[in-house]
């Protein structure tokens, strides 16, 4: 498999696509009760049962473009138990085309780090976009839920997207059973500690 790293600093982002953005990623947060890994690699039919996939998203009422799993990945690091939160997007099938050709796996990080990379999936790059227009809908209106809004140009037509919130506690990624601390113990992160912890992600992912 091949890798994309992209570290990336967050634009202007309006109060109102604020909202919507952070109301899909509590939704995508409680759908990442487990911490199973994902021992087959990253893809393939044997993960379509997984426990962390995820079958739906409020507001999207179709089936999800391709398959999407979040959850949390578990592994020890100077001294703490750490939680990373990841969220894998798989590629779509190619609707112009029959042949099954292999596509990358895409590693995405918002941040400088320091940043959820679910800012980067939803406003950026990934399959369904939460923007101004998300809160303009009549289903919007009627439900008060905004609507994701289809991206043509998401970078799952291209492979599959993996991204973590890391370091903890960024984003939904936490420490020990501190889940609402905001810190890692004393951990005080630095950029080669930072690539360490990626690294320590990537190898609890497979």
């Known amino acids: 498999l091949s890798f994309v790293l992209k570290y990336y600093t967050m634009p ?19 759908n990442s009760g487990s911490s199973a890994q994902l021992d087959d690699g990253c893809l393939g039919d044997s993960l379509k049962d997984h426990p962390d996939r995820m079958h739906s998203l409020p507001g999207w009422n179709q089936p999800l473009p391709s398959r999407w799993y979040s959850g949390y990945l578990d592994y020890d690091f100077q001294g703490q138990q750490v939680h990373t939160h990841y ?7 190619a609707e112009e085309t029959n042949e099954e050709e292999p596509k990358p796996l895409i590693y995405w990080s918002n941040g400088g780090p320091g940043a959820s990379s679910l800012f980067g999936l939803l406003t950026e790059l990934g399959p369904l976009l939460l923007s101004d227009r998300s809160l303009e809908t009549e289903e919007y209106k009627t439900t008060g839920i905004p609507t994701p809004i289809y991206n043509p140009y998401t ?11 890391q370091p903890a506690p960024v984003g939904f990624s936490y420490c020990n059973n501190e889940t609402s601390s905001h810190n890692c113990g004393d951990i005080a992160w630095t950029d080669e500690l930072t690539s360490q912890n ?9």
Request: glycine share 2%; net charge negative; aromatic share 14%.
């Open 155 to 165: 970078w799952t037509r291209l492979g599959s997207i993996l991204l973590f919130d």
């Open 198 to 206: 990626a690294y320590l992600a990537l190898q609890a992912f497979y």
């Open 87 to 93: 969220v894998l997007v798989e590629a779509e099938e």
């Open 12 to 30: 202007f982002v309006s109060p109102r696509r604020s909202a919507a953005i952070l109301a899909l990623c509590l939704v995508v947060l409680l």
